[in-house]
């Protein structure tokens, strides 16, 4: 007769036994108390359903999980009463080498932690015990019962999935910080504290919930001080200096920390009011540990910034759009040479394999760790700028980019008989320039939280000190103007890097005047004269100090998004002049795009000295790009005809609501063949 959950229940309440010796024999029980087919009626050969799965870890060496099945769960048992939180990072650093199956279970025959692995979605766990088993009602703050989850994991891991995305955490929490920074501005606190302070609360919130901060303890503060605004007040400073330096908080050991965001200098904290910490408290209760680091600068940009508020809600820029940038500009020659590696490392594993002798065989090794060290390197040096920065946005996505591919290299390495390397790219090399203090606070926050983020999801231990580096390449500041001594208007230095990447700011016609005023513009016009003529819309002036960074020898690859106008007119000056000392490897003429909250059409230009000999255009292999963003004749090189000249003129154009009434006229034309 098959044992019953009861049975079950009641037989593992009992024991006593070991790990090692309990494992398997509770996994079996727990397939007949199911109803489950087990591992070795299902695979006798173990090929995707088994115990013991040996797995390399994402930081270095290997281990086993104790039961896998591919695309449906891993599970790592421990003795009973040991701490499931270890166990859980145990599994964790498996997940890549187990193809990241949509669960990660952890148990001590009597507890169990069922860890949602489902990409782009909130993470959620499922906690209970064996005695949940026997109830029917669902768990605390979730709609499924013990035994639902259990089954599920077998039958239906997908019905498990968090209903929030990601993406819907990190707009939860803008909107509650939009409340924050709005009563901070009512209340007088400058632009400048406000940011700083936001922010700080902000990286608590994250920290706390990715383990960094002791369990629970910015939350705890939080609900102990609610209805005392001042005591708060006084305690945040406390956890402000312990965060500063490391030290002590109460009973807790905190962490150093530094990075400059905790500056002992600069710890003020403004007073909140009871009902800021009802806001804060509502915001620490979301999942910190799964907003999305690709849209989070642009949504507490939007939060924080009094002049975008009105955009909150409006649309954002999609990780997978700014790759459209990052991949061409940064990623693909990274990945050409990727492939040549691995090419050369396959060969020397060959003659590796095939030595005769000891010492032939370790100087193969020794030819194979030093090319892909050498190509972790290359990696590591690279060093990427968005003179546009924004709140961050490119930056981490460019940053990411490179940290995956690493992992590649180092899984790679792992596989073929090394030691897996650690990871070597950091925050440290991405370079931004910004003018608005919002942003730029933002821009910085961005970048470490989106690699700290990466760590942890990876399988990595945070275990640098000071865990934040000042990141002192991300510059507030005017990218195109600034003035020298004499009051001469000037280009301000831009670093030099691999690649320039962004989408710097939209803003033609009189709105230039408007909006920057006559004495910017002015200087504008005198610094940038010959160069980019007076009608241009603002973002040719980066297109132009990108081509002049181009060709002095301190960037290799440029990618910048443009308004349309780009391709005509004045605008198409500026590609025009990149043609003549370089060449666009890859356009896109007409795209979708995200700009302030609309959707609107932008021109996505890439260029380089003319190196890069695969181009593209909208997506399709082209022999050459022209200045207008085509691939057919170049009529950018059209040329007036004298037989031509007084015979055709334009009439009145007219524009505006009647504009279907206007009236073309034309003539005979006389073509030069």
């Given at each position: 007769?098959?044992?019953?959950?009861?049975?079950?229940?009641?037989?593992?309440?009992?024991?006593?036994?070991?790990?090692?010796?309990?494992?398997?024999?509770?996994?079996?029980?727990?397939?007949?108390?199911?109803?489950?087919?087990?591992?070795?009626?299902?695979?006798?050969?173990?090929?995707?359903?088994?115990?013991?799965?040996?797995?390399?870890?994402?930081?270095?060496?290997?281990?086993?999980?104790?039961?896998?099945?591919?695309?449906?769960?891993?599970?790592?048992?421990?003795?009973?009463?040991?701490?499931?939180?270890?166990?859980?990072?145990?599994?964790?650093?498996?997940?890549?080498?187990?193809?990241?199956?949509?669960?990660?279970?952890?148990?001590?025959?009597?507890?169990?932690?069922?860890?949602?692995?489902?990409?782009?979605?909130?993470?959620?766990?499922?906690?209970?015990?064996?005695?949940?088993?026997?109830?029917?009602?669902?768990?605390?703050?979730?709609?499924?019962?013990?035994?639902?989850?259990?089954?599920?994991?077998?039958?239906?891991?997908?019905?498990?999935?968090?209903?929030?995305?990601?993406?819907?955490?990190?707009?939860?929490?803008?909107?509650?910080?939009?409340?924050?920074?709005?009563?901070?501005?009512?209340?007088?606190?400058?632009?400048?504290?406000?940011?700083?302070?936001?922010?700080?609360?902000?990286?608590?919130?994250?920290?706390?919930?990715?383990?960094?901060?002791?369990?629970?303890?910015?939350?705890?503060?939080?609900?102990?001080?609610?209805?005392?605004?001042?005591?708060?007040?006084?305690?945040?400073?406390?956890?402000?200096?312990?965060?500063?330096?490391?030290g002590s908080f109460g009973a807790d050991d905190i962490a150093h920390f530094d990075g400059g965001l905790f500056?002992?200098?600069?710890?003020?904290?403004?007073?909140?009011?009871?009902?800021?910490?009802?806001?804060?408290?509502?915001?620490?209760?979301?999942?910190?540990?799964?907003?999305?680091?690709?849209?989070?600068?642009?949504?507490?940009?939007?939060?924080?910034?009094?002049?975008?508020?009105?955009?909150?809600?409006?649309?954002?820029?999609?990780?997978?759009?700014?790759?459209?940038?990052?991949?061409?500009?940064?990623?693909?020659?990274?990945?050409?040479?990727?492939?040549?590696?691995?090419?050369?490392?396959?060969?020397?594993?060959?003659?590796?394999?095939?030595?005769?002798?000891?010492?032939?065989?370790?100087?193969?090794?020794?030819?194979?760790?030093?090319?892909?060290?050498?190509?972790?390197?290359?990696?590591?040096?690279?060093?990427?700028?968005?003179?546009?920065?924004?709140?961050?946005?490119?930056?981490?996505?460019?940053?990411?980019?490179?940290?995956?591919?690493?992992?590649?290299?180092?899984?790679?390495?792992?596989?073929?008989?090394?030691?897996?390397?650690?990871?070597?790219?950091g925050p440290h090399q991405m370079y931004g320039i910004e003018v608005s203090t919002y942003a730029h606070e933002?821009?910085?926050?961005?970048?470490?939280?989106?690699?700290?983020?990466?760590?942890?999801?990876?399988?990595?231990?945070?275990?640098?000190?000071?865990?934040?580096?000042?990141?002192?390449?991300?510059?507030?500041?005017?990218?195109?103007?600034?003035?020298?001594?004499?009051?001469?208007?000037?280009?301000?230095?831009?670093?030099?890097?691999?690649?320039?990447?962004?989408?710097?700011?939209?803003?033609?016609?009189?709105?230039?005047?408007?909006?920057?005023?006559?004495?910017?513009?002015?200087?504008?016009?005198?610094?940038?004269?010959?160069?980019?003529?007076?009608?241009?819309?603002?973002?040719?002036?980066?297109?132009?100090?990108?081509?002049?960074?181009?060709?002095?020898?301190?960037?290799?690859?440029?990618?910048?998004?443009?308004?349309?106008?780009i391709r005509g007119g004045a605008n198409r000056k500026v590609l025009e002049r990149i043609k003549s000392n370089?060449?666009?490897?890859?356009?896109?003429?007409?795209?979708?795009?995200?700009?302030?909250?609309?959707?609107?059409?932008?021109?996505?230009?890439?260029?380089?000295?003319?190196?890069?000999?695969?181009?593209?255009?909208?997506?399709?292999?082209?022999?050459?790009?022209?200045?207008?963003?085509?691939?057919?004749?170049?009529?950018?090189?059209?040329?007036?005809?004298?037989?031509?000249?007084?015979?055709?003129?334009?009439?009145?154009?007219?524009?505006?609501?009647?504009?279907?009434?206007?009236?073309?006229?034309?003539?005979?034309?006389?073509?030069?063949?």
């Amino acid at each position: 007769m098959p044992l019953s959950i009861p049975a079950f229940v009641a037989k593992w309440q009992a024991s006593t036994r070991t790990e090692r010796s309990a494992a398997q024999e509770h996994y079996l029980d727990l397939c007949e108390a199911l109803g489950q087919s087990r591992p070795g009626d299902v695979d006798p050969h173990g090929e995707f359903y088994t115990f013991e799965r040996g797995a390399a870890k994402t930081g270095g060496g290997d281990g086993f999980a104790d039961v896998w099945w591919r695309d449906r769960f891993a599970i790592e048992y421990k003795r009973k009463k040991k701490n499931l939180g270890e166990a859980y990072n145990q599994l964790f650093q498996y997940r890549e080498d187990l193809g990241n199956p949509p669960l990660l279970t952890v148990t001590d025959d009597d507890h169990w932690e069922v860890h949602t692995n489902f990409t782009g979605t909130q993470k959620t766990v499922y906690c209970f015990s064996l005695a949940d088993l026997l109830k029917y009602d669902p768990l605390p703050s979730s709609s499924f019962s013990a035994l639902y989850i259990l089954r599920a994991m077998f039958d239906d891991s997908d019905c498990l999935r968090p209903q929030r995305t990601t993406a819907h955490v990190t707009e939860a929490a803008a909107a509650e910080f939009a409340k924050l920074a709005k009563n901070l501005q009512a209340f007088g606190t400058p632009p400048e504290a406000a940011a700083r302070f936001l922010m700080r609360l902000l990286f608590c919130l994250f920290a706390e919930d990715i383990g960094l901060l002791p369990g629970g303890l910015f939350s705890r503060l939080i609900e102990a001080t609610r209805t005392r605004p001042t005591i708060f007040a006084e305690l945040l400073k406390l956890l402000f200096a312990a965060m500063a330096d490391g030290g002590s908080f109460g009973a807790d050991d905190i962490a150093h920390f530094d990075g400059g965001l905790f500056n002992v200098a600069d710890l003020g904290v403004p007073l909140l009011t009871a009902g800021d910490l009802d806001t804060l408290s509502r915001a620490a209760a979301l999942d910190w540990a799964s907003i999305e680091p690709a849209i989070f600068g642009t949504l507490f940009e939007r939060s924080l910034d009094p002049g975008k508020r009105s955009q909150l809600g409006a649309h954002y820029t999609s990780r997978d759009d700014i790759g459209l940038v990052v991949e061409p500009v940064l990623m693909q020659p990274l990945r050409h040479r990727w492939a040549a590696v691995q090419a050369e490392a396959a060969a020397i594993i060959s003659r590796r394999e095939a030595a005769s002798t000891a010492s032939a065989r370790k100087k193969a090794q020794d030819e194979l760790a030093a090319l892909l060290v050498g190509f972790q390197d290359e990696i590591a040096r690279t060093r990427v700028l968005d003179p546009a920065c924004g709140s961050g946005n490119f930056l981490y996505v460019a940053l990411k980019r490179l940290l995956d591919l690493e992992k590649e290299v180092s899984v790679f390495a792992a596989t073929s008989g090394l030691s897996a390397l650690l990871p070597q790219v950091g925050p440290h090399q991405m370079y931004g320039i910004e003018v608005s203090t919002y942003a730029h606070e933002l821009a910085s926050i961005a970048v470490w939280i989106g690699y700290l983020q990466w760590l942890r999801d990876n399988g990595y231990l945070i275990t640098d000190r000071p865990i934040l580096k000042p990141l002192t390449n991300i510059q507030q500041m005017d990218a195109i103007l600034g003035y020298n001594e004499a009051g001469m208007p000037v280009e301000p230095a831009w670093p030099e890097v691999e690649a320039i990447i962004g989408n710097p700011p939209f803003l033609g016609g009189k709105r230039l005047r408007t909006e920057l005023g006559d004495s910017y513009v002015n200087g504008l016009f005198a610094r940038y004269a010959g160069r980019v003529p007076r009608e241009a819309d603002l973002v040719t002036y980066w297109f132009e100090r990108a081509r002049q960074h181009l060709a002095d020898g301190f960037v290799q690859r440029v990618g910048l998004i443009a308004t349309q106008g780009i391709r005509g007119g004045a605008n198409r000056k500026v590609l025009e002049r990149i043609k003549s000392n370089g060449d666009i490897f890859f356009a896109y003429a007409d795209r979708n795009w995200v700009l302030a909250g609309a959707n609107v059409h932008v021109s996505i230009v890439g260029f380089d000295t003319g190196k890069e000999v695969n181009r593209q255009l909208d997506g399709q292999p082209v022999v050459t790009t022209n200045a207008d963003l085509t691939a057919s004749i170049d009529l950018t090189k059209a040329a007036i005809l004298a037989e031509n000249k007084g015979i055709a003129f334009m009439w009145v154009t007219k524009a505006g609501p009647h504009r279907h009434q206007a009236k073309v006229y034309s003539v005979r034309l006389l073509l030069r063949t």
